[in-house]
């Protein structure tokens, strides 16, 4: 009744809309696919970049990822790798106690900090990810170079990242990790994976969701505009 259109931000080769709102087909309105929606720069395969130092965990902005963040950081001794920095970032919704727990566990190699507007940039010098798969820092993270390693929240609930988890572990894209079964061990396993991995898909999905979103809502106005001209004005009988 009261949409035109709806659109969605994502290529149906990945995901396609119905696999996760199985009420589509009773929806009126069409349906337009933009592509994602990527900010403008170079996007670099897998292993591509200088030097990547570092392995970087992140968790989005909830407080629900302190656990991953926690359970990074005791994986870090466990994990062939742990001689990189690890640095965790915390969303800002994580409290304060929060952040002195994290910095109490981690160790000499280890880096704890806030979330920070340069995220995109520490991926690019990132030798692997560890996030939980959101679709912001899943984009980030396959178009940096970086090795990714998923872990999916599903408390809740939720399923949407486990969704898009097992669509990038389709498509060779990532290293995807249970969270209901997830240990220090299983996590520096999965980086150790992803560390020594040699052969990864390529992403080659629509990505001009930003321009495409406004062309389609350009066309839907001038649409709109040649409706509204071309209807006959109301007979008035005299």
Known sequence: TWFDAILVHGDPRFARFEATFPLMPELGPPVHYTGFVLSPGERLAVGDGGARPEVVVSAGGGAVGIELLAMALAAQKLSRLGHLTWRVLAGPNIPDEGMQRLLREAGPAAVVERSRVDFPALLRRAFVS??????????????????????????????????????????????????????????????DAAGAR???????????????????????????????AGRAAPRVDQ
């Open 130 to 191: 560890i996030s939980q798969g959101g679709y912001n820092t899943v984009l980030d993270v396959v178009t940096s170079g970086a090795r990714p390693v998923v872990v999916p929240f599903t408390g809740s609930g939720e399923t949407e990242q486990r969704a898009r988890g097992v669509r990038l572990r389709d498509f060779e894209l990532a290293v995807v990790v249970d969270d209901r079964s997830n240990t220090p061990a299983v996590l520096a396993a999965a980086v």
């Open 198 to 228: 040699e052969q990864w898909g390529r992403w080659n999905f629509d990505s001009d969701g930003a321009t495409r979103s406004a062309a389609i809502v350009a066309e839907l106005v001038a649409s709109g505009a040649r409706d509204r």
